[in-house]
């Protein structure tokens, strides 16, 4: 990985850690980013940081941590906010994007640069039981592959 972009960037999502590897969750306002970290919580995920996230490279590794504001703050919506432990930073493994469907059932690996460096992205509009799909994906820090898929 060649790294020629900015060696840091502030995003507006949120992100967990599940095994020690980081998941960003991306997508507009109001799309369940908060509402997807809160469930990957309850099944043993921690907290790095909600609604925005510091992605900071070091090397060829891009780490997540939050803004020291926010740290450890997650909204519970029509509640309040949420100190909850932290884990921070954790490097970046994987993008959930809540905007994008999925265009096939089995679509091509999709990436996303941040700071400077692509990352794998999972397409998750619409996608049903999520939050057991990206942790599953994350506890065996393998990559679904398209490739030993059957073809429909």
């Known amino acids: 990985m060649t ?32 509402t997807l970290a809160l ?8 907290l790095i940081s909600d609604d925005q996230v510091i992605a900071s490279r070091s090397g ?3 780490f997540l941590s939050a803004p020291e504001p926010i740290s450890g703050l997650i909204e519970i919506r029509g509640s309040g906010i949420l100190k909850l ?16 469907p999925a265009p096939e059932r089995v679509p091509a690996p999709q990436t996303r640069d941040l700071c400077g460096a692509p990352h794998p992205v999972i397409l ?17 820090a393998r990559l679904p592959d398209p490739y030993l898929s059957p073809k429909p």
């Open 3 to 34: 790294a020629a972009g900015p060696a840091q960037e502030l995003v507006h999502g949120s992100a967990i850690a599940v095994a020690g590897r980081g998941l960003l969750i991306l997508g507009a306002s109001g799309s369940g980013k908060t």
């Open 39 to 46: 469930e990957l919580i309850g099944f043993g995920a921690a």
């Open 60 to 62: 060829n590794t891009v």
């Open 85 to 100: 432990d932290i884990c921070t930073p954790a490097p970046l493994y994987l993008i959930a994007d809540l905007d994008t």
């Open 124 to 140: 998750c509009r619409d996608r049903p039981g999520l939050a057991a799909v990206l942790l599953a994906v994350m506890r065996a």
